[in-house]
């Protein structure tokens, strides 16, 4: 029987070392891999899609940043507010159409929200009604809404001030009627934040990270390198593994034939 020369078991310990510490390194790879692919697996039942982050330091590294634009006007203890492309009352959204918000009154039963664009009837609690457009009458090109002394809602369109029947379909100029216009006013901080919060975690659903980390790329272009490094550290081990035991095996069977007795 010839016996591995000194040189021979150093490199025999080193691949030992280096199967252990890979399998090490490899292990993390495997526990995310298998985390997120499960987790995926059951995305509609854990309603993955419809689940979004809200951590401040995930959305930066997404680039989902804060909206420039912040327009905000308060009636009756609310505020109806556009962050950005979106609508909400208080920390509520509203069906939007990028219009921009020129203001908000108070009707005997609800609000009235005007856009560039028409009109909004809400309930008291901010659920919407009915939406008022050219359609319906409402004129395009609002430029501010308020109302009159006796409780009729006014607006201002670029070439005149008209004032809106009950149903607010029908629309007649009334020259010289005081006004009181509806005024920007700054949200309270902790509605204002809400509202941040609001806006930047709608923009990135859980699904889309947990797929980002299954494949790499949350760690942006060389992220998907990173995973094909992890690969080949479990293709290293599997092929390391097999070859040690292939070893092992030859080696035990060695010993038993020189057991034997002649």
Known sequence: MTHPSRKQRRKLHSLYVWHRIIGLCAALFVVILALTGIALNHGDALQLSQRHVQSSALLNWYGIQPPQEFVSYACAGHYVTRVGDRLYFDASALPADGANLVGIVRLPQGFAVA?????????????????LGAVEGVPRGIARIGTTADGAI?????????????????????????????????????????????????????????????????????????????????????????????????????????????
């Open 154 to 262: 006014a607006m201002q369109t670029a070439h005149e001030i008209l004032i809106g029947d009950e149903s607010l379909t029908s629309w007649q100029a009334r020259p010289g009627v005081e006004i009181l216009w509806s005024q920007p006013s700054a949200p309270p901080a902790a509605l204002r934040s809400r509202l941040l919060r609001s806006f930047r975690g709608d923009g990135l659903p859980l699904e889309r990270v947990l797929l980002d980390i299954h494949s790499g790329r949350i760690l942006g272009h060389w992220g998907v390198y990173v995973m094909d490094g992890a690969a080949l550290l479990l293709l290293f081990l599997a092929a390391s593994g097999c070859w040690l035991w292939l070893r092992n095996r030859m080696k035990q069977r060695s010993h038993r034939r020189l057991r034997r007795p002649s």
């Open 115 to 131: 856009t560039t664009n028409g009109i909004r009837l809400l309930t008291d609690d901010g659920r919407l009604i009915e939406r």
